[in-house]
């Protein structure tokens, strides 16, 4: 505590529990700053995963569905992870098979670009599928 005071900086415990405890003598602040300063920048450096969503109805025209395929593509490419669903509006439910077939039409078309991570699911009025990138 006297060297501390002396020096003018704090007497941290590093280890209480050792015996005997150890302590060390530096600024506080200082060191709470630094801490500071490398969480944020491991935190700068980790991924941020983004998903993209692209809807689709069970009667997706060809048209619509490549314009929509163009889209997830870009997404793909960007490194992206896309979220493709059909949702089933009413008595729309009952074409199931075919928003399933979409689906599927979808993930093959996209196969140079992602990987499926999740079969197609139904969930309620909607069914998912996830396609994550490839890496490169």
């Keep these: 505590m006297r060297i501390a005071n002396e020096q003018e900086l704090d007497l941290v415990e590093i280890s209480p529990n050792a ?11 200082k060191f709470l700053y630094e801490q500071k300063k490398r ?6 450096k980790a991924t941020k995963v983004t998903i993209k969503e692209i809807r689709f109805g069970p009667q997706t025209d060809d048209h619509d569905y490549e314009f929509k395929k163009k889209h997830a593509e870009k997404f793909l490419k960007e490194g992206a992870k896309l979220k493709a669903f059909v949702f089933f509006k ?5 074409f199931k098979e075919q928003g399933q077939i979409l689906l599927l039409r979808l993930a093959q078309d996209l196969e140079e670009y992602g990987k499926v991570e999740q079969m197609p699911r139904l969930e309620g ?10 890496k490169k």
């Design 19 to 29: 015996d005997p405890p150890v302590c060390k003598v530096m600024d506080y602040k």
């Design 39 to 44: 969480d944020k920048a491991l935190k700068a």
């Design 90 to 94: 009413g008595r729309s439910i009952i």
């Design 125 to 134: 009025k909607r069914m998912t599928m996830f396609i994550a990138p490839i």
